[in-house]
Structures are given as structure tokens and as C-alpha cells.
């Protein structure tokens, strides 16, 4: 009998903003498997950490972040056929995913290798964009409004252009973006109604309206959100 | 000294997806409130029940969903002012909401009668969209997708144009809405591509393609997940 694959996510920082779930799960599965990007903190495992069983059998792969496409899914091949070996074993498997696995988590990758081979499933994770929100103390969404969620990769035109239907819009995968996109939102006009959170629920956390933004980049976890008004009644 | 307004978000409905700070908060607050849908099931409160101290004060609201905007307004207003007595007395109070409080959630109401007058803060919650993609099994977003977050309450002409421009769709505030959306979606040739969940967490769960759903409408707590392509690598 083969194992299962669990998306396990962390939430966007906070240890507390884990889900009962996810804390049941990581005391059962047999290995806790992470990634760590380059140079960077293994940040979903640093949340989890208060939660882990003392002697968890753990996997730890080493993401190439700003590597090409190619080498990018050569990686998410080897990660994905290393834990094959583990799911042929038997074992339960907990792949851990900053915020939500299933939005723009890392795990869509693995998901998409093994999810025809092996069960799979997930425990949804609280987003950053939920709790930048409650950071900022704004609404997301209220009433009749819609909410367009973009990544900050997308090209000026494609942006501005999905920037003009929304009366929310939440802009990720910033860090080196951020030059550029602020850019845009100032001739737009649009920098007075933007936010900017990053590093939520960590000891750096910082949120402020963008004009108060003095840094010229922001870190990898930081995402905008842009309100063209107040909510209405 | 005024006690504190503290909105929980509760997650979608299963009891296990709330988050460990959302359970340390129902046990640390003087007061529990929570809203009732005229002649619904108090879905909050059925989800935080088992984590709820014997002999919690609550207070229980029952909203006119359906009503006019005014009488909504009032209702609300009327509401702000009963928490503001219990805040008056020093008193700490959570107040429940259904996924995340500032995703659509009625304490954006509260927020905005009470936030400039007590202090204020929110624990955000698993949405139903997160939740919605978990059962599912399929991405909310991947890579450089766009995702659209539509409420089911737009007119048509302004859903059709909104759809255009995103991978991702996720149509909330669904309910006697869905044979328009249907019908509008079957139009655009999109019904093939679209999933709805219902009722997520409950005992009466539903996830299926929406060419599967024999239902003319939905439950209320239901929504359309629309994802134009696969997930790329």
C-alpha cells in the first residue's frame, strides 16, 4: 500500500495562525518534507517548528528560485521522484507550504507530478493576502466589490490594464518588482490608495502605506493592496 | 478603560480548519457574538461549539439578509451599539465570522461603526475559496496566473467582461444567482471548466463539476471555481 501526500500550509508567518489541522497532521504524518530557497531561511519550517515532534524524520530541498524554467523543473522533478520513494515506502508524506498550497504554493508542482500517481491531499493555509488585510485593518472585499489578485511578474500593460476593472487589487510576488510596479501605480495615481506588507508574523514584519515605503525593493514576502475607496455601507 | 472588538475569522465550516489563535481567542473574551441569518442555522456558532467555555456569555444577532439596504443599515447600526455597551464596560469581544472577517464578511460592517471609536483587530480565517480549491484538488493560482474574485451579485455584462481577462475565477455570493451565471457561463463556453463547491466543511459538503449540478440554485454558502487552462509547469 502506497502512502499519501499531504499539502500542509503554514499560514503566512504567525505560528498561531496554523489550523488545527495542519498542527493534528504534522504530529502524524511520517516525514515532514520543506524547501529553502537559496540563501534564504527554510521559513515554513521555522514556523512549524513549536509543533514538530522531537527525531521527525524530515526532507529538506534546496530551491533554485531565480534559476530558468528548465532547471526549475528539473528540480521539481528530483523533488517530486525523492518523495515517490517515500510514498512507495508506505509512508505519509507532509509537503510544507507557506500561506495556502494551492495558491501559488510550490506544492501546484508536486501536485501536478505525483497527484495522477499517489492520494493526495491538502490542508488549505491562511493567504498572506487575509492577513495583510488584518495588518492593515482594511477590508479585502465588502458588498458588490471584486478583487483582482496579481502577481507582480506580469508586464506594465497587463497589469494596468487588470488594475482598471478592480476595486481591490492584491499585487504578489513583489521583492524586485516593487521599482517598477510603484512606478506604474504613480502614474496611475494609485499609489494614495496602496498598502504594502511584508514579512507578516515574523519579528520583521512591516506594514505602511506605500508613499511611507522608503526602501527601493521589498522583501521576497511582501505583497501590495490597493483600494480605490473606502467600503461602502 | 474600553475593552477590545476582536472579529474571528472561523474558516468555511470545518471545525478543524480554525486557526490555534482563533481558538485561544474564544477562550480569552468576555463576550461571544454572532450573527444569524433569518431562519439559518448559525453556522459560525455551530463551527467554534466545540471550543467554547461552558457558561460563555454570547449575544446572538438575527440579521434580515434579504431586507432593503436600510433596514440593513439599521440593523447594523443597532448592533454596533449593543457591542459598544458591552466594549463601554471594559469588556473583551470576539465576534464570529464565517471564513475570513475581512473576505465579505459582516464584520466589515462592525469595522466601520466601531473602528474609530474602540480598538480593533482581526484573526484572519481560512477562506471558502481556499477550502474550494482543497476539495477540489485543483490550483487557485499558479505561477503568473491572475485570479478574479467576482461576486455572483454583478450584472452580467460586467461578470462576462471580468472573466475575459483571468485565468482564475472564483464567483462567491452565489446562491439564487447561479441559473443566470450558468446560463451566462454556458454562453461563454465555460461551464466545462467550472466547479462548484457547496457547503464546504458541513456534513452537507458538495463538490462536482458544474455540468453535474442538477440543482436549479445553490445553497447559500456555495461558490464556482473557473479555471480556463491546467496549471503550466
Chains 1, 2 share one sequence.
Not at 5 to 10: D, H, K, T
Not at 30 to 37: F, M, N, P, Q
Not at 124 to 143: D, N
Not at 150 to 158: I, K, S, W
Amino acid at each position: 500500500m502506497t502512502g499519501k501526500l499531504w499539502g500542509i500550509g503554514v499560514g503566512p508567518g504567525d505560528p498561531e495562525l496554523l489550523t488545527l489541522k495542519a498542527v493534528r497532521l504534522l504530529g502524524e504524518v511520517d516525514v515532514v518534507a520543506s524547501l529553502a530557497a537559496d540563501g534564504r531561511d527554510r521559513i515554513a519550517r521555522t514556523i512549524v517548528a513549536p509543533y514538530l515532534p522531537p527525531g521527525q524524520h524530515e526532507l529538506l530541498f534546496a530551491a533554485p528560485m531565480r534559476a530558468d524554467r528548465a532547471t526549475r523543473e528539473t528540480f521539481y522533478d528530483e523533488v517530486a521522484e525523492k518523495l515517490a520513494t517515500q510514498l512507495d515506502a508506505g509512508l505519509q508524506v507532509g509537503f510544507l507550504c507557506l500561506g495556502d498550497p494551492l495558491f501559488y504554493g510550490s506544492f501546484v508542482n508536486l501536485l501536478a507530478r505525483l497527484g495522477g500517481r499517489y492520494p493526495c491531499a491538502v490542508i488549505p493555509g491562511i493567504t498572506a493576502m487575509s492577513a495583510a488585510a488584518a495588518a492593515i485593518g482594511t477590508p479585502l472585499a465588502h458588498g458588490s466589490e471584486s478583487v483582482a489578485v496579481l502577481p507582480g511578474t506580469l508586464p506594465d500593460a497587463e497589469l494596468v490594464r487588470r488594475l482598471e476593472s478592480a476595486e481591490v487589487a492584491v499585487i504578489l510576488k513583489l521583492g524586485q518588482h516593487l521599482p517598477r510596479i510603484r512606478r506604474l501605480l504613480e502614474r496611475q495615481g494609485l499609489v494614495g490608495c496602496t498598502w504594502i506588507a511584508s514579512e507578516l508574523g515574523s519579528p520583521r514584519e512591516r506594514v505602511s502605506r506605500l508613499a511611507d515605503w522608503r526602501h527601493e525593493a521589498a522583501p521576497y514576502m511582501s505583497l501590495l493592496l490597493l483600494r480605490r475607496q473606502a467600503p461602502g455601507p
